[in-house]
T-cell receptor, first 115, second 116 residues
Framework: GAVVSQHPSRVICKSGTSVKIECRSL??????MFWYRQFPKQSLMLMAT?????????EQGVEKDKFLINHASLTLSTLTVTSAHPEDSSFYIC???????????FGDGTRLSIL | AQKVTQAQTEISVVEKEDVTLDCVYE???????LFWYKQPPSGELVFLIR??????QNEISGRYSWNFQKSTSSFNFTITASQVVDSAVYFC?????????????FGEGTQLTVNP
């Protein structure tokens, strides 16, 4: 149980492209989903907390117009990196927490490479 | 503010050795949860354990064991008879009790390499 699916697993695209990443909870309903960013050999940095049906809460220093988050249902949240540039290249990983509480369960992550 | 410190950046052992990964945390909350996650080279984060701050019992799961000591604010993780497949980055994390919006504070991670 508690499976989180993240898609795509890898994206390589040109600078200026917008990229959408999906995060789905497959066997549970997630009131809250989280988006993290991880640079090589570093820890996970929380970018934003996404609550179903409301606006995401962004961490300090994260541009909300750059990283658009939509959490339209209890099983799906999306992160769109708008007009991506090489410095946006990173590993993005989402997590979801069940309505009933419990630990965050993570997706497999998305490696984003902007050329 | 919450903080998690994993002082060991990298650990290298030979297969079948026991290895302990240290985790020290700081929090002002009286109720909180501690976690360990494993991140293999493929990148996904695998949940290993969650421990409530009121439960100081040590836990064993197969070759894995955890030692939670509130007096020293530590939550150490031991792998017994390590195997090559244990090679990964291990993260300790902390969250305050309660709402579904509780955010995780991660340590910097410990890269464990188990050599054959």
């Amino acid at each position: 149980g508690a499976v989180v699916s993240q898609h795509p697993s890898r994206v390589i695209c040109k600078s200026g492209t917008s990229v959408k990443i999906e995060c789905r909870s497959l066997d549970f309903q997630a009131t809250t989903m989280f988006w993290y960013r991880q640079f090589p050999k570093q820890s996970l940095m929380l970018m934003a907390t996404s609550n179903e049906g409301s606006k995401a809460t962004y961490e300090q220093g994260v541009e909300k117009d750059k990283f658009l988050i939509n959490h339209a249902s209890l099983t799906l949240s999306t992160l769109t990196v708008t007009s991506a540039h090489p410095e946006d290249s990173s590993f993005y990983i989402c997590s979801a927490r069940s309505q009933g509480g419990g630990p965050q369960h993570f997706g497999d992550g998305t490696r984003l490479s902007i050329l | 503010a919450q903080k998690v410190t994993q002082a060991q950046t990298e650990i290298s052992v030979v297969e079948k050795e026991d290895v302990t990964l240290d985790c020290v945390y700081e929090t002002r909350d009286t109720t909180y949860y501690l976690f360990w996650y494993k991140q293999p080279p493929s990148g996904e984060l695998v949940f290993l354990i969650r421990r409530n701050s009121f439960d100081e019992q040590n836990e064993i799961s197969g070759r894995y064991s955890w030692n939670f000591q509130k007096s020293t604010s530590s939550f150490n993780f031991t792998i017994t008879a390590s195997q090559v497949v244990d090679s990964a980055v291990y993260f300790c994390a902390l969250t305050r009790e309660g709402t579904s919006g509780s955010r995780l504070t991660f340590g910097e991670g410990t890269q464990l390499t188990v050599n054959p």
